[in-house]
């Protein structure tokens, strides 16, 4: 079995659930409790058909007071993942407008994966009646892809570390396949499949007219 070592970089904002994403790949576990973060790295490591990935993960912080010294986690990254919250379309804003441009500056050639967070709150009752007071919603998966496509992106993946961790190792195996160039345009379409499904599968009844129900719900309560 070869061995392959990998740098793996997360960007985006305070809270989209990058340190969760980590977590849950590297110890299985899930915190609620949100701990800010500087820069942290971990380690893990990955086997898949003949190689075994190294995966040295850095997590960075999305706040402005590292704007300066966050590109300096940037060297020798072999991919970049730009994470966002599903249920804050802000998040996916900043994606476009902020983090993309910022990659992009010092890595101009490391492939990049979009990465949609907490994907088992998009139809989260609360969440939607905070999102409907200000004629907002949650980031649907085409939205998502959309924006993907915008940034030129590999591919996009979403991810729930809530409740296990199988969406999670389906992210890291992308992003295995995206290092060792090995991540073809059948992989890409499958995994733009899967989160298109992902998004349909709560139920048949269109989605815009069960948010519209939840958001009269909203104006009830």
């Known amino acids: 079995m070869e061995e392959y070592s990998c740098k793996i970089v997360l960007v985006g904002d305070s809270r989209c659930g990058k340190t969760s994403l980590i977590n849950r790949f590297t110890k299985d576990k899930f915190t609620e409790v949100y701990t800010p973060t500087g820069f942290e790295r971990y380690t893990a490591t990955y086997e898949m058909s ?3 990935i190294n995966f040295t993960i850095w997590d960075t912080s999305g706040a402005p007071a590292y704007d300066t010294v966050r590109p300096l986690a940037y060297q020798d990254a072999r ?3 730009l994470c966002f919250q599903i249920p804050s379309p802000d998040s996916l804003e900043n994606i476009v407008n902020k983090w993309y441009p910022e990659v992009k500056q010092h890595c101009p050639n490391i492939p990049l994966i979009l990465c949609g967070c907490q994907s088992d709150l998009r139809n989260d009752t609360d969440i939607l009646c905070s999102l409907s007071k200000q004629k907002k919603t949650p980031v ?4 998502a892809l959309a924006a ?3 940034i030129s ?3 996009y993946v979403e991810t729930t570390t809530k409740h ?3 969406t999670v190792r389906d992210a890291f195996e992308v992003v295995a396949l995206a290092s060792l160039g090995k991540l073809n345009k059948n992989h890409v379409s499958i995994q733009r499949h899967r989160s298109l499904m992902k998004s349909k599968c709560k139920s048949k009844i269109d989605l815009k007219e069960e948010l519209r129900d939840k958001a009269r719900n909203c104006t009830l309560m």
Do not use: H, I, N, P
Request: hydrophobic share 20%; glycine share 6%; with cysteine.
């Open 140 to 143: 649907t998966s085409e939205q």
């Open 79 to 81: 991919v970049f993942l």
């Open 50 to 52: 003949d190689y075994r």
């Open 148 to 150: 993907s496509r915008q």
């Open 164 to 166: 296990c961790g199988k």
């Open 153 to 155: 992106a590999t591919t």
